[in-house]
Nanobody, 128 residues
C-alpha cells in the first residue's frame, strides 16, 4: 500500500485547506484511515480517523473537533481532511496513514503505531 498526501500550503489564520491522501494497492475500503501531524519540535499527534467500510465512523482530537472534517471516497481510494478556521497552532506536517487490522476502537486508532502504512507528509503553515 502506498499513500500520497497533498494539499498543504500557506494560509492565513481563519482560512481553510483541504488535504487529500490517495492510496494505491491493497483494499482501501477495508482500512481505517487516519491523519496525524507533527509540529516543529513536538511529537507526532493524532488529528482524526475514519474507520473502514462504507459508513465509516469518525473520531477527532479535541483540538480540531468542530473545525476539521475527515471523509473518504472508497471509489477514488482517497481520504480527505477538510480544515476550517485554521489557527497558527495547526501549523505542522500532516501525515495520512492506513490501519489494516479492521480496528474500530477509537482509543486504538488514536495511536500512531497501530497504523501500517504512512504517506510522506504535507506541510501546512498557518500565519497569524
Amino acid at each position: 500500500v502506498q499513500l500520497q498526501a497533498f494539499g498543504g500550503g500557506l494560509v492565513q489564520a481563519g482560512g481553510s485547506l483541504r488535504l487529500s491522501c490517495a492510496a494505491s494497492g491493497g483494499t482501501f475500503s477495508n482500512y481505517a484511515m487516519g491523519w496525524f501531524r507533527q509540529a516543529p519540535g513536538k511529537e507526532r499527534e493524532f488529528v482524526a480517523t475514519i474507520t473502514g467500510g462504507w459508513s465509516g465512523r469518525t473520531y477527532y482530537a479535541d483540538s480540531v473537533k468542530g473545525r476539521f472534517t475527515i471523509s473518504r471516497d472508497n471509489f477514488k481510494k482517497t481520504v480527505y481532511l477538510q480544515m476550517n478556521s485554521l489557527k497558527p497552532e495547526d501549523t505542522a506536517v500532516y501525515y495520512c496513514a492506513a490501519e489494516t487490522g479492521f480496528t474500530t476502537n477509537r482509543n486504538l486508532l488514536e495511536i500512531g503505531s497501530r497504523y501500517d502504512y504512512w504517506g510522506q507528509g504535507t506541510l501546512v503553515t498557518v500565519s497569524s
